[in-house]
């Protein structure tokens, strides 16, 4: 069964850094492009970034908002992916969710976010 | 940056009835290659979003068939046949045409 369960959610201060996980099972994550979305309060849904497959290089995007103070990363060994979240704001609260998609997420192109994690709560505030 | 407007905001329903909502964009969305690359997703109360149609009009694995979309270019159109009760969320319209992906901001279907 394929999953993926974000963690490392919780209460950080605005300046303060914050490491998500997202563990996955259930498929061979080495070919596909593990992503980051996130949802603040009450509001829809936001792309911070992403991470391509080992064999696409394991280049990244990111968001405006985010990029130079978040980085995605990951470790196909450990079936782990990332998101190091430096220089908080509070603007950056929310749920963060993982997902997948099969290939190299070149664009245009179809992502097949098929699979969702439940997401982990992040709150930045003093 | 690719900004999608969806309407309406909300959307009451009677179970039965057909429903639609519409997604438009500031940049054409229609590739050289003849593909849309604007998908629908919806969000159901507490859970995490799932893929309803991608690329437009093509329908994801295990959606039901009173879902449907349509539109090219900048207009799209997501249209349910006959809402049923498990159909209440938020549906989102969002773009693959080029980073950053983008989300239309949400119509949320409730049954009245």
């Known amino acids: 069964e394929v999953q993926l369960v974000e963690s490392g959610g919780g209460l950080v201060k605005p300046g303060r850094s914050l490491r998500l996980s997202c563990t996955v099972s259930?498929?061979?994550?080495?070919?596909?492009?593990l992503t980051w979305f996130r949802q603040a309060p009450g509001k829809g849904l936001e792309w911070v970034g992403f991470?391509?497959?080992?064999?696409?290089?394991?280049?990244?995007e990111y968001a405006a908002s985010v990029k130079g103070r978040f980085t995605i990363s990951r470790d196909d060994s450990r079936r782990v992916a990332y998101l190091q979240m430096n220089s908080l704001k509070v603007e950056d609260s929310g749920i963060y969710y993982c997902?997948?998609?099969?290939?190299?997420?070149?664009?245009?192109?179809?992502?097949?976010?098929?699979?969702w994690g439940q997401g982990t709560l992040v709150t930045v505030s003093s | 940056d690719i900004v999608l407007t969806q309407s309406p905001l909300s959307l009451p329903v009677t179970p039965g009835e057909p429903a639609s909502i519409s997604c438009r964009s500031t940049?054409?969305?229609?590739?050289?290659?003849?593909?849309?690359?604007l998908d629908w997703y919806l969000q159901k109360p507490g859970r995490s979003p799932q893929l309803l149609i991608y690329?437009?009009?093509d329908r994801a694995s295990g959606v039901p068939d009173r879902f449907s979309g349509s539109g090219s270019g900048t207009d799209f159109t997501l249209k349910i046949s006959r809402v049923e009760a498990e159909d209440v969320g938020v549906y989102y319209c969002?773009?693959?045409?080029?980073?950053?992906?983008?989300f239309g901001g949400g119509t949320r279907v409730e049954i009245k």
């Open positions: 997902t997948r998609a099969p290939g190299p997420g070149k664009l245009p192109g179809f992502l097949d976010f098929d699979y």
């Open positions: 259930g498929f061979t994550s080495d070919d596909y492009l």
């Open positions: 991470i391509r497959g080992k064999i696409y290089g394991e280049t990244t």
């Open positions: 940049e054409s969305l229609l590739d050289s290659n003849g593909y849309n690359y």
């Open positions: 690329l437009g009009s």
């Open positions: 969002m773009q693959t045409l080029q980073t950053p992906l983008t």
